[in-house]
């Protein structure tokens, strides 16, 4: 995934920034929620959010962070019980765009994987999705979700032990990458 440095965000309006920004906040909202709709209106939800603080997004060491960040606050507030939904789980995940980051594993271990990533907790989720398909660091998924690096590796621990356990009972052989 591309970094937006401060010097870009600073250059260029939020219309140009969204329009760049659009396809990894709906790739990631997407592996967040499992269904497009959603997906677009988590997306949309962020950028509104952005535009009505785009002085201080632009201004941000990292904007790109700071919108990502915006996107997971919003999907985790959107999974507690006072927001309660209706959710339909996709087939399969949506194919990896050519050349980016954390596209690195086979078509058939997404399949396989996919069901069992959506079963998992948002926070377990979340972190799975930042880690293994964005291929962020504990830091940078830290930041994004507003704890304790120490809090992103037990849930990593967890959300991989289940993983772990539910295709054990699958009948599959998963190795971590």
């Not at 507030?77 to 990896?96: G, I």
């Not at 765009?97 to 996919?114: F, I, K």
Request: with cysteine; proline share 6%.
């Amino acid at each position: 995934m591309r970094t937006t440095t401060t010097a870009e965000a600073t250059a260029i309006g939020f219309d140009e920034y969204a329009a760049s920004a659009w396809p990894r906040l709906y790739r990631y909202a997407y592996l967040l929620t499992g269904q497009h709709a959603d997906a677009e209106d988590l997306a949309q939800t962020t950028l509104l959010r952005t535009y009505r603080s785009w002085d201080r997004v632009r201004r941000a060491d990292s904007p790109t962070a700071y919108v990502r960040r915006t996107l997971t606050n919003a999907y985790l507030a959107s999974k507690r019980p006072r927001a309660a939904r209706l959710e339909v789980l996709a087939d399969s995940p949506p194919e990896p765009a050519p050349g980016g980051r954390g596209g690195e594993v086979a078509t058939d271990d997404h399949l396989t994987l996919w069901p069992h990533i959506q079963s998992l907790p948002p926070r377990q989720r979340a972190v799975v999705v930042l880690r293994y398909y964005e291929g962020l660091s504990e830091r940078e998924i830290a930041e994004a979700l507003g704890c304790s690096p120490g809090t992103v590796k037990s849930s990593a621990h967890h959300a991989l032990k289940s993983l772990r356990t539910a295709l054990g009972e699958a009948g599959t052989t998963w190795k971590e990458a």
